[in-house]
DNA sequence: TCGATATTTCTAGAATCATGGAAATATCAA
DNA sequence: TTGATATTTCCATGATTCTAGAAATATCGA
């Protein structure tokens, strides 16, 4: 993952009523749910849901359906595993590399 | 993690010059470096990554130790862990759970 | 003590962001 | 077609954030 996109979802995600959203939305599991009901389930009105959702929409953390009248909101895993990724790789020392990268020891 | 902190966390790193400052010290390793350095490391003006060393270490995902005239910094691997931990917790389903999540199976 | 160096705090301006009311759009059911 | 429902887009406002110059603080060496 790059800088950039690491960038976008850590955004998306730094945000209280986003990282909410994102925790139900996982909560909902890959069935999803739709804006009204997260809406109501979340105590935010539908346009401040709204912009919050196309925010983590552009991240790449959650993918929309239209299903008739409703539009149904999923978290995508993909992403998330990259973001994560993304953490270990760059911002992370795992405890048996530390050696390593002090050069204390060739790993 | 608590969500609060969490919220610390990804805020600390959703910024560009604060997540590009914590990948320095990741690094740079367990013996740090001062903040003279890291400034001249990636063009920074001093008091802009006093700026974001301080929210950094806000979010506790680094720490500081004086040494003489310099301040030595260092990333907080544990800090880390627990927001990589909390993202796998909170934000994230594992493949293999995802039939327990829609039900379709129990755990 | 004094001057030099390292870093932080203060400050102000520009930029970005979150919020929610109101209007617009999309879809359905009759 | 019309009215109802679901959702988004538009818009204005208040709040927060980033940046860097200038001043303040801390430490060292002489």
Redesign the pocket.
């Known amino acids: 993952m790059e800088i950039s996109s690491a960038l976008l979802a850590l955004?998306a995600l730094s945000?209280?009523?986003?990282l909410l959203v994102f925790k139900k939305l996982v909560e909902f599991g890959v069935s999803g749910v739709?804006?009204?009901d997260l809406?109501r389930e979340l105590n935010?009105?539908?346009?401040?849901?709204?912009?919050?959702?196309?925010?983590l929409e552009r991240a790449g953390l959650v993918k929309?359906t239209?299903q008739?009248?409703?539009?149904n909101y999923c978290f995508n895993r993909a992403q998330m595993n990259e973001l994560i990724g993304f953490l270990n790789e760059n911002c992370c020392v795992l405890e048996e590399n530390i050696d390593c990268i002090n050069n204390t020891k060739t790993c």
Not at 15 to 18: A, G, V
Not at 68 to 71: F, K, P, S, T, V
């Open positions: 955004n945000q209280e009523t986003r739709n804006a009204g809406a935010v009105p539908a346009n401040t849901l709204s912009f919050h959702l196309a925010h929309s239209r008739g009248r409703n539009i």
